[in-house]
């Protein structure tokens, strides 16, 4: 075996068998969560397009940082799953079917509803602070960011990227997905890529306080396919 690829199968083998061998046994019913996510996207996507959807869709999963706080999170649960209107949609389709059904079959579904939300939680949350700070300050926002409409799965599919990598030792790609994010900021300096650098940030931190307790059980990797390496139920029967 090459050295690339003894080091290709350290980085991500037990991770690939993991998701291979839950997909092998359960195939779709491997990933509801997932794919209940892609159908959700898809349809708000259509919804947003018409013209009796639009409002409706701004109006329950629309936020931006010159909203009331309590509306912003109110709002943010769902707006993970409103796709930005000057994206293609497919973009956003592709990140949640392969980086949630990932995460639903390594980290278990509730877990990973958890770290999706707490990274995009905290993109959400550091618009605020940053246009408080100002644009003088070195991680502050231009004022005109208040009115940016801020949806999408981005924050949550990069912060749950870096925790899963995490969990399943691929410390390599992990560091890979922080210098693109990084790289991305540099090249087009916007609200999107501070916020996916926040997002990375959070879930450094949950990673941290869950480390002790990481190690305890042996490490992320239970190559089951089931969750059990996060502490999730055991796997349902087939």
Known sequence: MSTL????????GELYATVRDALVARRL?????????????ALLQYTQNQ??????????????????????????PLSLFVPALDLPVWGALAQILLVFGICEICLGRWRTL???YVATLAGTL????????????????????????????SAAVVGLAVYV????????????VTALMVAELLVKDNLA???HLAAIAAVLVLCALSSPRHRRRGGGRSGSGDGRACGENP????
Not at 165 to 176: D, E, F, M, Q, S
Not at 235 to 238: A, G, L
Request: with cysteine; aromatic share 10%.
């Open 193 to 195: 890529g501070k916020e």
């Open 126 to 153: 550091y618009a605020r602070v940053g246009i408080a700070l100002g644009p003088d300050h070195p991680i502050g926002l231009p004022g005109s960011d208040a009115q940016v409409v801020d949806t999408g799965p």
């Open 29 to 41: 019913r491997a990933v509801p969560m997932t794919l209940g996510a892609v159908c959700l996207t």
């Open 114 to 116: 958890v770290v999706g």
């Open 51 to 76: 013209a009796w959807g639009y409002q409706f869709v701004q109006n329950t999963g629309s936020v931006r940082a010159d909203d009331p706080l309590w509306l912003a999170l109110l709002r943010t």
């Open 165 to 176: 990598c995490w969990r399943y030792r691929a410390y390599v790609t992990a560091a890979l």
């Open 235 to 238: 796997p349902m029967k087939s």
């Open 5 to 12: 690829a003894r080091r290709a199968r350290a980085e991500w």
